[in-house]
């Protein structure tokens, strides 16, 4: 991810960490013309969304890795003679 794309992620989690609305968020980013990377205006519904796949980013990263799990299931019986 490129340190201008990151730059705006981080800076979008830290207005709503601070008790922004996505509309209040919306606001803030098109007024100081700040945009999509695709060059577009922010709106509420993107604003959301980009939050929550960023803190599913951040979770993801925070994780430890499970390297591998085996299970394995023994039945033992007993012949009767």
Not at 31 to 38: E, M, S
Not at 46 to 57: A, E, N, P, S
């Amino acid at each position: 991810m490129n340190d201008d794309r990151l730059g705006r992620l981080k800076l979008i989690k830290q207005l709503s960490d601070t008790g922004m609305s996505t509309v209040d968020i919306t606001d803030y980013l098109n007024r100081h013309n700040i945009n999509t990377p695709k060059g577009l205006a922010y709106y509420p519904k993107l604003v959301w969304m980009t939050l929550f796949k960023y803190k599913r980013r951040l979770e993801r990263d925070t994780q430890t890795e499970r390297l591998s799990t085996t299970e394995s299931l023994v039945i033992g019986y007993q012949l009767k003679r």
